[in-house]
């Protein structure tokens, strides 16, 4: 007799012996044999706060479809019963593991749910970014220029990093990074543009707005827009986020077409130069005052980023954190001040 | 008969014949020899905008003088005409020369009129500076720290530049980046603050501002506070402005007593690494976020400032800049937008 | 009474108080002053084997327009006589100068016949190379996407040196450099497709033929089409011609609609990375082996130029060249084998 | 009773059950023990496709032999009977274990059948670089220095990998690579020969064929010529492959007697400049061009022969390879063109 | 009922089954767990020669200290039995174990006897230090600065390293490489006085025997003295021993208030600049010939200890040693003479 | 009627009018042309003290010979009368000039008086560094080795400069270096032979000593022996005193017949690797302690000669020496102490 449809839980809130219906991402599955030489696979369930062992034995009902189908990064809709090993930790006894659908979002089923993400509301943040583009950027061109790339990569927007492993590696981060060099650069313009009147023409403001939203616009291409699992993705590795991005603006502007070509072509240098060096990875020299702006912003918001993530994180003892291995460094965290 | 005594002129502002009392700086002085052998020297003179050339001759008055006693980058008050030779350019035929004495500073001599400057009040920079330490430090010993070394540093801070020849390379340029950093980082604080509100404990707002006040207050003791000549000094050049800045700080605050121990220990730090690598300064990396919001808000204004005094004052023709010598690239100026 | 018109000679053939008519080029302009204090110009004329020196006083004829027209870098018909001062060597006396003009080419003026150019004929190159995409890329889509970038870009193609300064720097050598580095890299494609006959899928042929004619195209857009004075264009320096390249090869393909879009994925990471590192210009390493093959070859055929220009150029005394400021080396020339 | 003698038989085809007599290498010999205390060995040994364990316990008869005398490196002849362990995978149950002799090598007992080898004939190679040297040298002197030190060489030349782990890393692999890169240069003088006919003295087609041959010929001193483990040998650590490669030339130049000197000297020069800078392994800059042909062909033939291998042997997921430890990136393989 | 009080025994001199008691260092502490769920700890304990187990299990006594209190790097007082156990090695069954305390010094508990330390006495070391000091100074003031340091710093002198890893890694290091360098340093300071009898002023040898003891007094400050885990100190980590060792210089100098000013500055110079190169961490050039001499005195003595130790410790088979990750070299040992 | 013959003086001793025979170097040789287009040389012959200019007309008798034969950098004989003119400075108004020859030795005539020379006597040098060889290498094959070579490289070692700009940069520098270099290895090596007295094999004192006096032994061979213009020979450049060095040392020891094979080795090991580091020049790191002493003692010989030079010659006003070209710095003058 098959027990009654279980309730819709959370593997995280589940105490031990209470059985459920609940989704899942599959993080790990590794092949062992037992002394008898029988196979099995031990697979690893998680959603953002715990992590279950669910054992496939080859004499069990899933063992076929863990062994042909199941694949690391791809999400379940799992029904079984939580237990805690005393030796082996939290173990998920199952009834059922399918794969999950689209349909199961109508069930709440979200995986941004399921991966670290940013801590601000992406909706919010993409309309923010959006508002100011509109608001901020007052050549028309250039203004319909830089929402209409913001409407075309929406989706990856909402779902990205900044980068997979760097900085804002977290989905969401991409929206995050944009929307705080955007804010930065926009108080810098205003300080700079009153500081030198005399610059003849003078700072853009325009540009630096439209630089800021769009210099790390080609990660959305450079990255695959995979919630459980970001990649690189071919162009992304074989050209990378530098022409990918101008390839975005110049397509676009191309498309469009009333955008003042001196304009766009200072827009590209911005995107091509923005990260200042060429062992830094910019071919280029930055050759105009703006594209300082936009690279300051950037390696400014990125490496806090970074220092803020690793003092937050660490569990080393001693008033140091461990040595984080983008940083390279140890940083400073036994402070009262 | 000696002539009446001449009204005090500008020497920029002296037409052909006109015959006055002014005062300028020596430029250059050479020595050459006529066909008959006898010495004469080719002194050259200038306020702001004007330089002419005296000669000096074997038999005249002040070869002696000239031989003995003038040097280049002093100040002289001049009594003489003021011609313009066609071929060989403005000239002054001297009837009386001294140096200038601190006395001639009753006469309205103000030796920042001959050098190159900022074009911002200089007071009221500094007047701006002090409110700001007192106004935004709220920790009430650093507060204190930070305006005794301003008011003891008042005066070289009111001549020197940020830099001999990179940045900010004219009197007063050091008050004027102080006063830039400062703000930007005041921004970059509060903005970073509300985007971490997790982080235990906060980025220090104090911190940011005092370290942004006194990040290059070892300028003042790195070169030698002469108008007219701006040169690094003995310490400068042993020890660098990364040691004295933190002697100023260190030494002050040990004089004042109460400043919090931890506080100034991180004021210290950021000091040392505010140019963040080694082959850039540093001999430490930085190691609490702080130093980052400083390095990056201290070296795009000092970029910016190179780029827009390379833009401003560049003579070639074309659509690019002759190659700076510091930045080591050709700036883009063919820009309409 | 007016002489008649003369012959039309080069300047280089002409004899000591010869008359004629003749094509220069103006090399050097200077503002110079007698000792009365009136103006002159010394102005240089050269073809490509003689440079002669024409005086132009302030109270000639031509004054005027050598004040306010003449530009170094243009060229002049002259009609004079030239002659050889013991001291100041060839002179030229004009009787007329003016700007040469488009007209004048049917009058045989050839502006290549005054700047160095390789020792190759430039429509047998081009042709050579026309027929070597046509034969050697079997892909038929690929093939007219480079003939159709060969077709368009043909009049710099004819014209330009590889580079302002560094390898062949002359006009017609950027096609020279490229039919060079296309015959290496044929042999070489063919030569490591039967080395390695496992690799799946083998080194593509079409696609190091197309990316060996390609890989320096965009220094068509690099440089200016000026034949007397070849300067970096804006967008070349804005953007270099990695990405001028690329968007020549990505907008014809998206032109002629027919192109494989991995082909040209290819194509594109092959422009992009010729220049094997970041720290030399590319901003990604090469990822795929075909990238190896026209980078060696391109390297090799520009470094080889640089040698062989430099020793036989070379007036030293002794075994070993001056110093090339680009190589950074002596090279050995005193060597009989 | 004692079985019968087995038959010879590879390792790699034996059946579970199969008992015979086979040579194999000993990779690894690790020291356990049992619960009880007491030790034993499991030892691994490899013929080119299979490794098996055998287990020797400290009862057993070959546990003295094992402990004392067994070294990982050395071949084996051992009588066994193969088996397949569910869970433990390949096992041999050994009757008699001794190390292979040379008189082995009668009964067709040969080492460069267990390790890593060229794909191609090392014999015929070795006689078509030979003959390349015979033909294409047409200085006698120089063709004999070269054809004596290929004869000198010709045990190491036969066995030795290019390089213990970069590049050919497999016997026969520095063989195959002087002559691929032979075969090129000869191809690209020829070729720049006729592109630089006014060259004085043209380049030396002779010096570049005998460079090509014996740029690596170091390397025969500098690895030790043992099949199973090369390693390199003391004076190829306290030297290097060029000075002992350079020591080759001069000496056997020197003992010969008739090699022209400055021909002598140049060939050297190549040599020792092959890698082309100091922070590659070339404390001197090439000076003369032919070392551009052979540093460029070398290159190029060292990284095709690293991309190849990656791309053929990569076994990850995905369209890029695993980051290959020598090359420092990941290639991509997700084509199909 | 309870044994006798044991015997003050060394853990490196009892015999399997001895009873005693002896101090140990607790190296490592593990938590492990049972079948049964049932937790322990794996306890190391050492003294300098011999390293036992200690199994601290759920149900006896030691169990809640171990869990709350016990840190390694720490001391204890053990009584217990000493076994050696066939598979699992030396072993502890413990009667009592306690933290050692300060006044288990008067048992003969030394904490220098259980870590690493200098072969040489370290008293001898610190007095012969001193009366170089006393006898190579002759100038008072300058030779009562260096006399008041080393009276200050005598603790943490006799106890540190040189540096955590890289060189003199162990007790008493910091005070052997002092003397040493200091010694080197006297005699070629003696030498090039005589080579160079026409210096004015001539090399300074009082300020080269100061700077020789004082270069690295930094470290005194910049790690912890904890015998058993030296560490760097937070001061050490945010500022360096180039600041720490400058300041020790500078205050101690305002304290005694006669050290000539000229002398003080530029032993503070040779204190900043010892290590040479800002990548190497020194952010000024020297600009004396005094440091040179004490910057190769240093850089010698630490790479011999580097390289000695490693040939001395080295247990690789063949004539090099494993690849020293400090000096990224493997070093030749594989000689006779 | 002729002139008697003169006194033998010297041009630094000869007074206005004074007429006299003296030999003197050419050391610069410009021809002009006068108003007339005539041609002239303006001849400038020095002695170590003074310069003097002749001026040979084109009308006089020496015309001929100048244009066709004089060449700078060789010596002459000249009579004639020396004058102090106003302006132009001294002058030589000549009766006869002619080259000077091997048979003027004899009259006196002694190149290395016209050049800059060592402070010390060379022959004395020669023969100390003789004298330690002989007494300090206790092996005896060895020792003949070191013999033999400083034997047949007497007269190079006793002209040439260590290095032809850059340290010791004058005649009998190579001689007052090496002697000084292996002065300070002889302390080091015995000091460290005591500080480290377990090392197997010691520290070899004997390596030391040969290594010291050889290691830029192969410069007598990379310049060549011309006192008045010392120039990089052909195999200076192609190879470089590294692999000359070694020669020297290889093929005596082969002709010698009985050095200890291993300790050729590490001699030979110890010249390749005594720059340390690819960068600097040696493409090999040293692996053995013995390296390490001759390096430091190298380095630090050759960087105090540089800045004594700097300092005693410097003649920039104020309390820094000019920028050093080779050290680029500017090194501190200006102390008392």
């Not at 009147?197 to 990660?219: E, K, S």
């Not at 993705?233 to 070509?261: C, M, Q, S």
Request: proline share 7%; with cysteine; glycine share 8%.
């Amino acid at each position: 007799m098959s027990k009654a449809k279980p309730p819709l839980v959370r593997l995280a809130e589940m105490a031990p012996g209470q059985w459920g219906d609940f989704f899942a991402l599959l993080v790990e599955r590794t092949r062992g044999a037992r002394r008898d030489g029988k196979p099995f696979y031990t697979c690893k369930f998680r959603d953002t706060l715990r992590t279950a062992t669910c054992m496939i034995w080859s004499d069990g009902d899933f063992f076929q479809a863990c062994e042909k189908d199941w694949q690391e990064g791809r999400f379940f809709k799992i029904r079984g019963t939580f237990q805690e090993h005393p030796t082996y930790g939290p173990q998920i006894e199952a009834d059922a593991i399918r794969l999950a659908t689209d349909a199961d979002k109508t069930d709440g089923f979200d995986p941004l749910q399921f991966v670290e993400r940013t801590r601000y509301d992406i909706d919010g943040m993409y309309q923010e970014l959006w508002t100011l583009a509109e608001t901020q950027i007052s050549d028309v061109p250039l203004r319909r220029l830089v929402l209409t790339i913001l409407e075309r990569q929406k989706t990856p927007l909402k779902h990205l990093p900044a980068t997979q492993k760097h900085f804002y590696p977290f989905a969401g981060g991409l929206l995050e990074h944009l929307l705080s060099v955007t804010h930065t650069c926009l108080h810098l313009v205003d300080k700079y543009v009153g500081h030198y009147p005399d610059l003849q023409p003078p700072l853009n403001r325009d540009l630096v707005v439209a630089g800021a939203i769009l210099h790390d616009m080609g990660r959305t291409l450079e990255l695959s827009d995979d919630v459980a699992s970001v990649q690189p993705t071919v162009p992304g590795r074989l050209l990378g986020h530098l022409f990918l991005g101008r390839d975005l603006v110049r397509d676009t502007a191309r498309e469009l077409g009333d955008v003042n070509p001196e304009l766009l072509q200072l827009l590209e240098h911005i995107i091509v130069t923005h990260l200042s060096l060429p062992e830094w990875g910019s071919p280029k020299l930055p050759l105009v005052p703006e594209c300082l702006i936009i690279h300051h912003a950037d390696d400014l918001d990125a490496k806090l980023e970074m220092y803020i993530r690793c003092l937050t994180r660490d569990k080393e003892p001693g008033a140091f954190t461990g040595r984080d291995p983008v940083l390279g460094r140890q940083l400073f965290k036994g402070r009262q001040v």
